[in-house]
């Protein structure tokens, strides 16, 4: 990506900002068809903007000629794609998204996903939870997998939303008001307080297997060819950035993070990964920059491959 665009990714951040198997999709897809992608914006973003999504969904279409390239709007307008992102309950933006995806012909033979910041785990979701049209390869740009714990460097143009989002954290992340409308804390993740994390946390505790097992979410998400976790080594955005590989902070504290392998997520296969990382389904892969910043050059040589 151009210095500009990716700075303009990194600074939107910081302003507070599905299927058939992969076996029957390539037998069934015409050979010459690229395989669609599917995109969904961070937190603060919108679909469109030309110097984000717009910038991505463009680079796609010029890397691979007659791709269909659906960038998710959120709403009606791009003002209300960028405001859901911040309070439209994630089960909900969810749902939606698998009904547009299941009416959208264009995917019907399977597409690939690529989620930014938060769209990451959003789309995980629907890997998992919609299975119908199916993902083949899902690509994830700085996801909070296992929630966050903090939201550094949020100030900006929307530093007001940004100071009263705090606010309600802090008077309490995971009672039922501030879980149905804020987004952010539907992937808030106490390490002081694992218990009422589990307890409620009405979306990323579910998606995560956390107070049992769903066979299906398991199923679904094991019927990807590639998972795709990218990860930012000077990540100021994320909060621990272990977060974009499946770790997180150790029970009580809030300074030693565990790895995705040190999880009881992966030790206990609750979602597959244990088994999809012993086939090689999963790819972890680091971009040297902070939040969604990176190159156009890194892009094509990195990501394009699981594209075509």
Not at 176 to 191: F, K, N
Request: glycine content about 6%; aromatic content about 10%.
């Amino acid at each position: 990506m151009a210095p500009l665009a990716a700075g303009c990714l990194l600074l939107l951040f910081s302003f507070c900002s599905v299927r058939r198997t992969a076996a029957s999709w390539n037998t069934s897809r015409n050979l010459t068809e690229p395989t669609p992608v599917v995109i969904w914006h961070g937190m603060g973003d919108s679909c469109c903007n030309p110097l984000s999504m717009g910038f991505i969904k463009k680079l796609v279409e010029q890397e691979i000629p007659r791709i269909y390239v659906l960038s998710l709007e959120i709403g009606n307008t791009i003002t209300e794609d960028m405001e859901n992102s911040f309070f439209m309950n994630v089960n909900d933006q969810v749902a939606l998204v698998c009904n547009i995806l299941s009416k959208d012909k264009k995917l019907q033979d399977g597409y690939n996903a690529m989620g930014f910041s938060q769209g990451g785990q959003f789309l995980r979701a629907v890997a998992q939870r919609c299975p119908s049209p199916a993902m083949v390869n899902l690509i994830t740009f700085g996801g909070q997998h296992q929630g966050v714990y903090g939201l550094p460097h949020c100030p900006g143009v929307s530093s007001h939303i940004c100071n009263w989002i705090r606010k309600m954290l802090n008077l309490g992340a995971y009672s039922s008001p501030i879980q149905e409308h804020l987004v952010q804390a539907e992937y808030w993740h106490d390490p002081l307080n694992e218990d009422l994390y589990r307890n409620k946390s009405i979306f990323l505790a579910d998606i995560n297997q956390e107070r049992g097992i769903n066979e299906s979410y398991k199923e679904n998400l094991m019927k990807l060819k590639k998972f795709v976790m990218v990860k930012f080594s000077s990540d100021t955005m994320v909060d621990p950035v272990d977060s974009e590989w499946f770790g997180f902070y150790k029970a009580g504290q809030a300074k030693e993070t565990y790895t995705l392998k040190e999880s009881v997520l992966y030790q206990e296969d609750r979602l597959g990964l244990k088994a999809m990382d012993k086939v090689k389904k999963l790819e972890f892969l680091t971009a040297n920059g902070d939040h969604l910043q990176f190159s156009e050059e890194w892009f094509i040589k990195n990501i394009v491959p699981y594209l075509k």
